[in-house]
């Protein structure tokens, strides 16, 4: 189980970009974070992978503890071996290194074991990048680039996998693809933390959902609760 408790988090002195946080993702579970630009999504992200220093952030109070391990004390390489892997926002695939390079850099820090059996789920999941595994990642798509950046987190065999935006940009069928590559991750047990625009596809895959508004945790319940509450109608589904 993941705990994310009373966190508070700064961007040098003028910036306070969450107060307070808390909530928890159990095992196999899938927790959606809504919220608009700049409440406070990607600090989360970065806080619960311990990457907020190389933002120039830091977690001001509070912890976030992996299966009762704290994680914001150790170095992001330690998180990794924890099995816990983000997909940052933007993809960020090596683009001049070939598809199944960039795999195994992504698969480095797991056990050769895990590594194998990595791969051949990879490579279920994303056909695509079985076929163009010789080609550079630049000469990819975006949403084949999207699959490439899911793909190379997965190489370690995440208990825990964070996926920032992930449908960000992608044309409207490729998202429903998305919401469809989530439920068939956590259905091999990998609990996601799913940062989305996407309200709509979000609510639907995942089990349970928070909104962050201006830093803060506003609402956290059920994804059907929360589909179903007006507010969240009115600010994020597009409704009146
Ligand atoms: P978006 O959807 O636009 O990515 P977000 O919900 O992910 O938004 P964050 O990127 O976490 O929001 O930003 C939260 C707040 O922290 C914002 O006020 C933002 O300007 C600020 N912030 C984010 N990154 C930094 C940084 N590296 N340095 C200073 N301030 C930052």
Not at 126 to 142: E, I, N, T
């Amino acid at each position: 189980m993941l705990t994310i408790e009373n966190v508070s988090v700064r961007y040098g002195r003028a910036v306070q970009a969450l107060h307070d946080v808390s909530f928890e993702v159990a095992d196999g579970e899938v927790v959606a974070v809504l919220g608009s630009n700049g409440a406070g999504k990607s600090t989360l992200l970065r806080a619960i992978s311990a990457t907020l220093a190389l933002h120039g952030g830091t977690v001001t109070s509070g912890s976030v503890t992996l299966d009762g391990t704290r994680l914001d004390t150790l170095d992001p390489a330690a998180i990794v071996r924890r099995r816990l892997m983000q997909v940052p926002e933007g993809r960020q695939v090596f683009g001049r290194m070939t598809v199944e390079e960039n795999l195994r850099v992504g698969g480095l820090a797991a056990e050769p074991r895990r590594r194998e059996g990595a791969k051949a789920r990879v490579h279920e999941l994303f056909p695509v990048l079985a076929d163009r595994s010789a080609q550079p990642a630049g000469l990819l798509s975006g949403g084949e680039q999207q699959m490439l950046a899911i793909g190379r987190a997965l190489m370690c065999d995440p208990q825990v996998l964070l996926l920032d935006e992930p449908s960000l940009g992608l044309a409207p069928q490729l998202i429903q693809r998305i919401g469809q590559i989530v439920t068939e991750i956590n259905a091999g047990g990998t609990a996601v933390v799913l940062v989305e625009q996407n309200a709509a596809m979000a609510l639907k895959v995942s089990h349970r959902a928070v909104v962050l508004e201006v830093g803060r945790l506003a609402l956290s319940g059920s994804s059907t609760e929360l589909a179903a509450s007006e507010d969240v109608q009115r600010l994020y589904l597009g409704g009146h």
